[in-house]
């Protein structure tokens, strides 16, 4: 087994790696894309790196301030998503100071808890006992110590965001140990590797414990709390420095004879602060392990930053780059997107708004997604109808500006007390529409499974109470409505291949195929409506262009032609009709 010079520690949702003169880290963020930032370090090692003693001090307090930074830096990431607040103007504010104090608090914390609390409780203890020896009274002050510290370990495991931090701990101790044991960086190797490694923080700190008893012993026992505390603190650079010393020769040997040592950080390793990693905490380790790995490698791979904070006439700059870079010229969409990602409405994007590293990423993907042709609408996951933004996805067909015609018309014609059935309902827009203009009873109905799913999302976020069918055509249906309205598949089967890139590779297909001439589904629900509806009932449908003359010779036996609604564009694209009364 090679050893590695390369180390790590786990953050917030991500891994950082260290190597010799490189350092990298790597953060999954909210989107599911790993985030990466690499830096160069001196190659050169510093002169107290030869000293004992002294290198352990010093890398003690080193590794607590970068730890401490990074940290920081990957909750940055997390505070900006978290917060899904709108854009605003106001400027980034440097985490120096903030850091600095972060680090303060966590010192004084630590001085609490592991110094001033464990001599208080052993003031106690040994008051109990008069002429105690001053070794048994800090050896009762090391125990409680490392008590107190136990304490707090199992109590952090049961936090469940500390809790995924220690599974990327284990995600980056079997990222080590997989390539010290020369396999490749495989998510399956890494999965298969331990999670225990000898050069751990925690058994680091385990030492620190240990390695305080011992020193402090030959230093006596002062009464005075304060200044048993003020010579303790004094002597905690010795004690780090020599722990540092026998973690150092504790990793370099595989002896039996040290097994002892190794075995209470291999164990709080083992139960408290390594949990097994899912695979896509391995993947963040693996990837900020072979960023350090390759510029350690070669001096020419350049640093990565994470993406800072820009104005948003900067950005924008870059998203139109984008788009036209694809053949897409169509600036509005760069706004929408913009108003998506920023919470903003389109007359708030003022050029001098920020927009964060998280906004631009998740901007980014969607710019890419309608630089490939999906439909704005898609993108966005949303359009608006009548006013009402509704969900939309790929299982159903965007609302066009003719359907909007179809329910305007149709409002004339609908009361409290009607019941209307929305057929091939797709998104819910006609039905879920009607509902919340007029308040009366709707039933929807589509054979699309994805489509009812939809139409139900639209439901709850509109809160239009109706009730949602999943069957072909009047499958589910039952009872009598006083209106069917239906904007069925109309275009023949042979015309979608014609359709623009935009329509035919990303609508649905099952929603757009008409059959043959564009007309099997208004023969079927043509025939079977008079079944369906109350003797003054009517029947609606959007048409496809050049089909009106078609569907009204279709329904002439059992309905009477009410209205034929031109578009927006001189074009009869809606047919509304009567039943025929019988005698």
């Keep these: 087994m090679k050893k590695c010079s390369i180390g790590g520690q786990a953050l917030i949702e991500g891994v950082m790696m260290k190597g010799q003169g490189a350092m990298a880290i790597a953060v999954r963020d909210e989107l599911g894309q790993i985030r990466l930032e690499t830096t160069r370090t001196s190659k050169k090692s510093p002169w107290w790196k030869k000293i004992p003693i002294l290198r352990g001090v010093i890398a003690f307090f080193d590794s607590m301030i970068s730890g401490v930074g990074t940290l920081l830096k990957s909750s940055e990431i997390f505070i900006e998503e978290g917060e899904q607040q709108k854009a605003t103007n106001k400027k980034e504010s440097g985490t120096g100071w903030f850091m600095f104090f972060t680090l303060l608090i966590s010192i004084v914390l630590a001085i609490g808890l592991f110094f001033f609390l464990p001599n208080v409780i052993t003031d106690l203890l040994t008051g109990l006992v008069s ?26 495991t049961k936090v469940n965001d500390v809790k995924r931090v220690f599974m990327y701990h284990g995600a980056e ?9 020369e396999m490749e960086l495989t998510v399956e190797n890494v999965r298969n590797s331990s999670r225990i490694h000898d050069r751990c923080g925690t058994s680091f700190m385990f030492l620190v414990m240990f390695v305080a008893i011992v020193v ?42 040290f097994k002892p040592f190794k075995a209470p950080g291999a164990w709080l390793q083992k139960h408290m602060t390594t949990k097994e990693p899912d695979d896509k905490m391995i993947e963040v380790a693996i990837a900020s392990f072979n960023a350090v790995l390759e510029m350690m490698n070669d001096e ?42 920023t919470k903003l409405k389109r007359s708030e994007l003022a050029d001098d708004i920020n927009v964060t590293p ?56 609908i009361n409290k007390n009607s019941r209307v059935l929305d057929l091939c309902c797709g998104s819910g827009a006609i039905g879920i529409t009607i509902k919340l203009k007029k308040d009366c009873e709707v039933v929807l109905s589509d054979l699309s499974s994805g489509a009812v799913a ?78 369906y509806l109350s003797d003054n009932g009517m029947l609606a449908f959007e048409l496809g262009i050049g089909q009106m003359d078609d569907v009204v010779s279709l329904a002439q036996d059992g309905f009477d032609l009410v209205a034929r609604v031109k578009d927006y564009n001189g074009i009869e694209r809606i047919a509304i009709f009567s039943k025929k009364q019988t005698n």
């Design 300 to 341: 020419t791979v350049a640093e990565q930053k994470f993406p800072k904070t820009m104005p948003l006439a900067q950005f924008k700059q870059k998203a139109l780059g984008i788009l036209l870079d694809a053949g897409v010229d169509e600036p509005s969409d760069v706004d929408w997107i913009l108003c998506e990602v």
């Design 173 to 181: 101790h079997k990222t080590i140990n997989c390539f010290e044991h």
């Design 358 to 413: 998280y906004m631009q990423i998740k901007a980014e993907n969607m710019l890419r997604q309608r630089a490939e042709g999906k439909p704005l609408q898609y993108v966005l996951g949303n359009t608006d109808f009548f006013g009402y933004e509704f969900f939309v996805d790929e299982n159903v067909l965007i609302p066009r500006f003719e359907t909007e015609l179809l329910v305007d018309k149709l409002l004339g014609y």
């Design 454 to 531: 939809v139409s139900q999302k639209n439901a709850k976020k509109l809160g239009a109470e109706v009730s949602v069918l999943n069957g072909d055509l009047f499958e589910k249906v039952e009872g009598k409505f006083d209106l069917i309205v239906s904007n069925p598949p109309y275009i023949p089967t042979q015309d979608i291949l014609g359709l623009d890139k935009n329509v035919k590779d990303y609508e649905p297909t099952m929603a757009l195929d008409g059959g043959t001439d564009g007309l099997d589904f208004y023969r079927a629900i043509i025939s079977q409506a008079p079944d």
């Design 216 to 257: 402090f012993s030959f230093v006596g026992w002062h009464d005075n709390t304060l200044i048993r505390l003020l010579v303790r603190l004094a002597l905690l650079p010795v004690v780090a420095g020599l722990s540092y010393e026998v973690l150092k020769l504790l990793a370099k040997t595989e002896c039996v004879v």
């Design 131 to 156: 002429n105690m020896h001053p070794f048994l009274k800090n050896l009762i002050d090391g125990i409680v110590r490392l008590g107190i510290f136990m304490l707090y370990m199992w109590g952090v």
